[in-house]
Nanobody, 129 residues
């Protein structure tokens, strides 16, 4: 499975972006897909994740109500709509995947980046006025 994230950019506080994660080499329905981010000098952290069996979604407290994860099976794409961006959202955003089983669903719910098996190159989101 190969993943490619895109959609980052420079945006003012309060602005929005739509990040996309395109998968190739396998079908996304067999994986749990998550978005993670890493700000300069900080540890990578989980942002959101979607299970493919029941479409359950999970969010970090810091982004609840502002970010929305969605998947398009036909296009093999998982997107992250990011609204009301704040300077503290500035980071490189990565999409990652883990093959779906009971253990991976726990990692998805916990937004545990160490449980992810496949990573794409990140896309930079900069929130600044």
């Amino acid at each position: 499975l190969q993943l490619q994230a895109s959609g980052g950019g420079l945006v003012q506080p309060g602005g929005s972006l739509r990040l996309s994660c395109v998968a190739s080499g396998s079908v996304l329905k067999n994986y749990a897909i998550g978005w993670f981010r890493q700000a300069p000098g900080k540890e990578r952290e989980g942002v959101s994740c979607v299970r493919r069996d029941d479409s359950s979604t999970y969010y970090a407290d810091s982004v609840k109500g502002r970010f929305t994860i969605s998947s398009d099976n036909a296009k093999n794409v998982v997107s992250l709509q990011v609204n009301d961006l704040k300077p503290e959202d500035t980071a490189v955003y990565y999409c990652a995947a883990v093959y779906a089983d009971s253990g991976s669903y726990d990692d998805c719910e916990a937004l545990n980046y160490e449980g992810m098996e496949y990573w794409g190159k990140g896309t930079l989101v900069t929130v600044s006025s």
